[in-house]
């Protein structure tokens, strides 16, 4: 990686795109971003006083490339508090690096964001997980081997990061105490992130099991380092779309992540709002 790349996905190129958003969208003091995954887009539906940013017009954003994505950067009112969402993601098997991919991160706390909350679709490594079940992330296992702080160490961001607790112990309970009170059963667990585009074959989801993973996905790893890496507080939840390849003989299908992903909408919709209004 050139230097000139890490220009690019840095502290100061966050703060332009961040003055650019702000141009646009008027933020004033956000409780919390929020990253929407695969086929949870619904979330941005509940968003009320809305404003919305498309990522082409973001410096440093790319147009979003997967199905179930929308691509933009909205501001507005969840559960009655100022949120910034982020509705779609870069991933590191379109070809991005880890320090793209985790930019927009840097971007939302540019932009006033201390908490982050971040969502994906996830296959179920546990065999007791059902496709449809939400799962809090209570810890990773980083399986991408890559990690977007390599490079020079930004103004603001430590060079070497705690990771003994990079989900924020204290919104894990805030989670919990938000479905509990909308009647909605949440899991617990470790979420493996790997690179992908492939899902996995089945001795690497039994190597995945034994190494302490619960749940694997594509997504997030480096979002929730440069986060720790800014002092945020981090959270989220992963939405098992499918058991793990190798559990059942069933074959894996994107449709099929993005289609369970919108039928446990409503569940997950309703925890994430409620946790938003207890922040
Ligand atoms: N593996 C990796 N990523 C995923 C899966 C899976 O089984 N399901 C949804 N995202």
Redesign the pocket.
């Known amino acids: 990686m050139t230097t000139e790349h890490q220009e690019e996905v840095g502290t100061a190129a966050a703060r332009r795109a961040a003055d650019a958003v702000r141009e646009r969208l008027g933020v004033h003091a956000p409780v919390a971003a929020i990253v929407l995954g695969?086929g949870l887009g619904a979330l941005a539906d509940r968003v009320t006083q809305a404003n919305r940013v498309p990522y082409a017009d973001i410096p440093g954003f790319h147009a979003p490339g997967v199905v179930g994505h929308r691509g933009e950067l909205i501001r507005g009112l969840l559960g009655g508090r100022e949120v910034l969402m982020l509705a779609g993601r870069f991933h590191m098997y379109e070809g991005h690096s880890a320090q793209a991919a985790a930019f927009p991160v840097r971007v939302v706390h540019a932009l006033g964001a201390r908490t982050l909350f971040v969502s994906?679709?996830?296959?179920?490594?546990r065999r007791t997980f059902k496709p449809g079940d939400l799962m809090v992330i209570a810890d990773h296992l980083n399986l991408m081997f890559r990690n977007p702080l390599i490079g020079a160490a930004q103004p603001g961001e430590t060079r070497f990061p705690d990771m003994s607790a990079p989900w924020t112990p204290r919104l894990q309970g805030l989670l919990e105490e938000s479905a509990k009170a909308i009647g909605v059963t949440l899991q617990r667990g470790v979420y493996a992130g790997?690179l992908?585009p492939t899902?996995?074959t089945p001795a690497e989801?039994r190597m995945l099991e034994r190494l302490g993973a619960d749940?694997?996905?594509?997504?997030t790893v480096p979002e929730v380092i440069v986060a720790a890496a800014l002092g945020m507080q981090a959270a989220g939840i992963s939405?098992?779309?499918?058991?793990?390849?190798g559990i059942t003989a069933a074959p894996?299908d994107?449709a099929e992540?993005v289609e369970v992903?919108a039928r446990a909408g409503a569940a997950f919709c309703g925890v994430v709002e409620a946790f938003v209004s207890r922040l």
């Open positions: 695969s994906n679709a996830a296959g179920g490594v790997l992908g899902y996995e989801v749940a694997v996905g594509m997504s939405c098992i779309t499918n058991h793990a390849a894996l994107h992540v992903g």
